[in-house]
């Protein structure tokens, strides 16, 4: 796989939220290219079936190894829970997802052992990051809470608005006394003003983008994939409308950096 090393990375998600994702790679691994597909199309991912969102992923990672990707960053955790090691190990590229890093942050910076989790309704359903933790940290607390709409909040820009508020303080009146909170959607950060706002400050909140980029690091050095060459360049691919995306993309990342370009992932279901 030596050979691959000048090879992009490729990184998906239901939309733009995986641009945090993006974000933390591009300041980890500035000599790496990187092509991003945020599939606004068909978002929210988090309302739909389990097989849906499992034919989705598919589909997205394919997209993503027919532009020749040397490895795949499933930036979205309704995909990753929906998804499954086996069918992500099954691509035959080195495939890095979000939730193992977000349980493995938590458990680290817990205090009390009470822990919780915010996400889509799809990921919450699963129970996908109760198992992760628990499998780390047995006797904890465990606190969870489907936001379906924070999602479109944050495709619509709408990070600090009223209706933002109101929104989150209707989901997280009942948080209870965690002293950790795992942003379960790579959306969601984007709210961390809100959600802290609402929370009192009171609660630590995980961002598991900064530890996906070390882990997706760790591994392309152990594979012997990591670009030497340092003439790094980003793509983006959109299922939705390529101005909407690249003026979001910007209002998120301050610069996107690359260009903007139509995606039709159907044509690999």
Sequence with gaps: MKNDSSKPIGIFDSGLGGLTVL?????????????????????????????????????????????????VVVACNTAAACAGRELLDSFGVPVVEVIGAGSEAAVKVTTSGKIGVIGTTATIKSGVYERAVKALLPDCGFYAKACPLFVPLVEEGWWDDEITCSVAKRYLSDIGDIDTLILGCTHYPYLEKVIGDVTGGKVKLVNSAKAVAAKLDTILERDGLKNKNANAVTEYYTSDSVEKFASLGELFLGELGGDVFRADTEAFS
């Design 23 to 71: 974000k933390e790679i591009r300041n980890l691994l500035p000599d790496e290219s990187l092509i991003y597909f945020g599939d606004s199309g068909r978002a929210p991912y988090g309302t739909k079936s389990f097989e849906t969102v499992r034919a989705y992923t598919k589909e997205d990672i394919s997209f993503l190894l027919s532009k020749g990707v040397k490895a």
